[in-house]
Structure formats: structure tokens, C-alpha cells
């Protein structure tokens, strides 16, 4: 038996939303100088509601790119081929504040594998971590956001999905799938 | 579809569909990151490639070093010519020698049709066919078909004309079983006498006139006239060859459509190519070199999941 508990709907999506954008807009004082990268496959949907919203409070374009980690992780032994995505990172992350951008932060090893590919297209002058959820108990790694949606306490059994309407979905929402009883 | 069915790339013959399909979208991943300052990411940094070449290679040998390098594999290489075969050792002694200093993947060139086949039935780990005789050479006829994709989107129904010597060219016979996968229509030209006589059962269809040919074609792929394999005069002298068959540029300007130029390399100018259309901007020459490595990191990466049983 899968339980399954909704934890946001769209407005509170968009609140959220926009607090991060406004705790980006105090962190960086120079929108020409950093560089929005959401993380394939997921974090691409979020990184566009983040830009549309910054945009939109800013009145300027925001550069964004995206990374796919398929070549950096770490998983090597297993025998599934993950299937790689598209990489467009078309400006120099040079001297730019890089802020990585993805839906779900759980054990923190795409993170790792993020930073270790954006460093192949430069050297930021800083990297950053936006995540809507922090699974904050499941870290295998020691990374921590720098900018967080909200804080869940889960265990590694369940699943957080987060499933906007660019996706396909109906309605925006963010659930937590439990598997434990199966 | 997310893996290769076999643990070798031994022949384009074996491949189906899907798994060409993958190589080419892997390859195109792969050719992003080849853009990038830094060109080179850790998938195979766990493994071990070792580059074995009993016959020469320059191109073949380079674009699957510099793969293995992009993808951080550890890369051994072995040439024939400076090593024990010539004391005496049997192929299948010089791999196990190979193999027990811990060796994960094999590249393999040998002038024997189905040696790398005799090697990969008689060892667990992926070989990959760099060119085995008169028969194949799979990643040429992978690359060739990228670049012919990326320069006319598709593959199906295209015209696609192989010119040269056909009967000693294990190009041909790697774009012949691809491209007929691929959906397109194939012509087949050159010299009676360096045309295999059953060539028509692949499905191609077989003239004798370059301009013919070109008038008919998209997509010319220029074969060189291999003399390392023949043992006999298959015509009189090679300015002749080049005077009926050489492709120059007044030759391509009379023929009153844009024709795509392949050659698999290596060229010999002014014999079967004159220098103007070789470096023209009908040439995708160097590009199909640019895609080798692509499509050798693709390749070698998916095979690179392969578990021995």
C-alpha cells in the first residue's frame, strides 16, 4: 500500500516561489552577474517558475542554463545506463555567482555532481544551492542549500514528488509517497 | 531503450534500430561536452581501455585515444608491429596477457575478417571492432551516418552514393548494412573490377560513371583506392582511376545540384579527390573527424554498463 500526503498546492507554491526570489534579489546586489542553472531532469521545470518570477521583479533578463549530471555521478557500478539530457550552458560561469537550481535535495550527490560540472565550464566566483525541498535528514554528502523552499524531515523510504503543471500535471503539488508498507 | 543489447560493437550488421538511435543521441550529449572549456568528464575514470592495432591506423587510433581521454579512462596501447606478435604469440594469447592486468574494455584493428569476433566469443569484457579486413568498421559507419544527420536532419530516403574501391573497403560494407537500417537508398560506384560480384543482394544498386553517380546522389562518400590490400592490378595505372573516377571540383560544378563530400579518410588528393573539392565547403570531411570521438565516448560509454555475467 503507497500512502500518499499533499504538502503544497499552487499558492503556496508561488509564495514560496517568491520569497526565495526576494532572498536572491538581497544576496545579489549585480543581476549581470549571476547565472541561474537548473539541474536535469526536474530542476529545469522549477528554474523556470524562479526566472518568470525574477524577471518579473527585476524588469531584466536573467541568464539561466542547464546541466545535466549523467556523466558525473557517481553511481558507476549499477547496470542501468541513465539516460543523459541536454547541456546548455552558453555563457562563461567565469567570475559569476552560479546559483544551482533544483527541485529536491536528498542525499546531496547530484549537488556534488553539479559543481563538478560547472566547474568544467569556468570558475565561478561562487556557487550557490536553491532547492524547494530539504529533505534534511537523508544527506550522504555534506552540502546544505543556501536558499530553501522548505525543510522536511523524511525517511528514505518515502518519496517527495514534485510535480508542477509544465510537467503535465493538472495542478501544481507536492507529495510524500509512502512505500514503507508495500 | 537505455542500453546496448550485445557487450561488443563488432559490425553495423548486428545493430538494431533502437540501438543505433541511442549511440547517435548519446553521441550528440557527448558532443556538447566537447565544446566545453573543460572537455573531458569522469564516466569511465573506473576503467581500464586497452587500444589493440595490428594494422596501421592514424585517424581510428587517435579519435578513440582521445575518446577514452575525454571520458577519463586509463588507456594502454599496443601496435603489432613493436610487439611479440612478431616473436610468434597467438591472438588469443597476446588478449589473455592483456586481460590479466586487469583490462575492462578492448579496442581491436587486425587485417583478419572476424578476428575481433573470435576475441569477443572467447572473453567476457566489450569489444569494440576499430576494423577487421574487408569486413567492417562500425564506428567509421556510425560517424559517417551522425554526420550525414546532422548535416540533412535525416537519414530516410536520402541518396547516398559510395564511390571508389568497394571491394576492399570495410567502410562500404559498415555504411552499406547502416544505412540500408537507416532508410536510405544506396549507390554503389566504381571500376568493374573493384566491385564485388554480389553486391546487388545487399539491396544497392550498382553504375559505373562518377557523374552518374553524382547527378543521382545527396551524399557522396569517397573511398581511397586501399594498395596495402591488393595483390593484384585491378586497373592500369592510378592516373587512369583518377582521370575516370577522381572527383574534382569542374567535375562537381557541371553537375547541377549540391552534393554532401565524405571521405573516411586517410585522403590521397588528386587521386580519388582533388585538394579544391576535398576543402571546399561542400566537404564535411572534418567534421565527420569532429564526430568520430563524439561517437567512439558514446559508444564507449554505453558499453562501459556492461556487467560480465
Not at chain 1, 507554491?13 to 526536474?42: A, M, S, Y
Not at chain 1, 521583479?57 to 546541466?67: A, F, H
Not at chain 2, 545493430?15 to 564516466?43: C, Y
Amino acid at each position: 500500500m503507497t500512502n500518499i500526503s499533499k504538502l503544497f498546492d499552487s499558492k503556496r507554491l508561488e509564495i514560496t516561489i517568491d520569497r526565495l526570489c526576494q532572498q536572491i534579489i538581497e544576496n545579489h546586489k549585480n543581476v549581470e552577474n549571476f547565472i541561474l542553472v537548473g539541474l536535469q531532469p526536474r530542476g529545469v521545470y522549477f528554474l523556470e517558475r524562479i526566472k518568470y518570477k525574477l524577471e518579473k521583479n527585476l524588469i531584466k533578463e536573467v541568464n539561466t542554463g542547464y546541466l545535466d549530471t549523467t556523466f558525473y555521478r557517481d553511481d558507476f557500478r549499477s547496470n542501468d545506463v541513465p539516460t543523459a539530457r541536454e547541456t546548455r550552458i552558453t555563457d562563461s560561469v567565469d567570475g559569476k555567482d552560479v546559483v544551482i537550481v533544483d527541485d529536491v535535495l536528498f542525499t546531496g550527490r547530484t549537488v556534488r555532481s553539479a559543481m563538478e560540472g560547472i566547474m568544467n565550464f569556468g570558475r565561478p566566483k561562487k556557487i550557490e544551492l536553491l532547492v524547494l525541498i530539504d529533505r534534511y535528514y537523508s544527506r550522504e554528502i555534506p552540502i546544505e542549500p543556501t536558499y530553501c523552499g522548505i525543510k522536511l524531515n523524511t525517511i528514505t523510504s518515502e518519496r517527495v514528488e514534485v510535480n508542477l503543471t509544465e510537467q503535465g500535471f493538472e495542478e501544481d503539488s507536492i507529495i510524500i509517497k509512502n512505500k514503507s508498507n508495500e | 531503450m537505455n542500453n546496448l543489447n550485445s557487450k561488443d560493437i563488432l559490425g553495423t550488421r548486428d545493430l538494431s534500430i533502437e540501438e543505433i538511435n541511442l549511440i547517435f543521441d548519446t553521441a550528440k550529449k557527448f558532443k556538447e561536452v566537447l565544446s566545453r572549456p573543460i572537455k573531458k568528464v569522469p564516466s569511465l575514470r573506473h576503467l581500464t581501455v586497452a587500444n589493440i592495432f595490428f594494422e596501421n591506423s592514424t585517424r581510428t587510433k587517435l579519435s578513440f585515444e582521445l575518446a577514452q581521454k575525454r571520458l577519463s579512462a586509463d588507456v594502454i596501447n599496443f601496435s603489432s608491429s613493436v610487439s611479440s606478435v612478431k616473436k610468434g604469440e597467438s591472438l588469443l594469447d597476446t588478449i589473455n596477457n592483456i586481460l590479466v592486468m586487469k583490462v575492462d574494455m578492448i579496442v581491436m584493428r587486425h587485417p583478419n575478417p572476424g578476428a575481433p569476433h573470435f576475441v569477443a566469443n572467447n572473453i567476457d569484457i566489450p569489444v569494440i571492432n576499430a576494423g577487421d579486413g574487408t569486413n567492417e568498421h562500425p564506428t567509421q559507419a556510425l560517424l559517417d551516418s551522425f554526420s550525414i544527420i546532422e548535416k540533412l536532419g535525416s537519414i530516410k530516403n536520402k541518396k547516398i552514393a559510395i564511390i571508389g574501391d568497394i571491394s576492399h573497403s570495410r567502410v562500404a560494407i559498415s555504411n552499406i548494412h547502416l544505412l540500408k537500417k537507416l532508410g536510405a537508398q544506396i549507390m554503389l560506384c566504381g571500376p568493374k573490377t573493384l566491385m564485388p560480384k554480389y553486391i546487388k543482394d545487399m539491396g544497392v544498386s550498382v553504375r559505373n560513371n562518377v557523374r552518374e553517380a553524382l547527378e543521382w546522389c545527396d551524399v557522396a562518400n569517397i573511398l581511397r583506392i586501399q594498395l596495402e590490400r591488393q595483390n593484384e592490378k585491378y586497373f592500369p595505372s592510378i592516373r587512369e582511376y583518377s582521370l575516370y573516377y577522381g572527383i574534382n571540383k569542374e567535375l562537381l560544378d557541371s553537375i547541377k545540384k549540391d552534393v554532401i563530400i565524405m571521405h573516411p579518410g586517410p585522403i590521397n588528393r588528386g587521386v580519388e579527390i582533388s585538394s579544391d573539392v576535398a576543402d571546399s565547403n561542400k566537404s564535411i570531411i572534418l567534421d565527420q573527424v569532429e564526430n568520430g570521438v563524439a561517437v567512439r565516448m558514446a559508444i564507449m560509454y554505453l558499453l562501459s554498463f556492461h556487467r560480465s555475467s
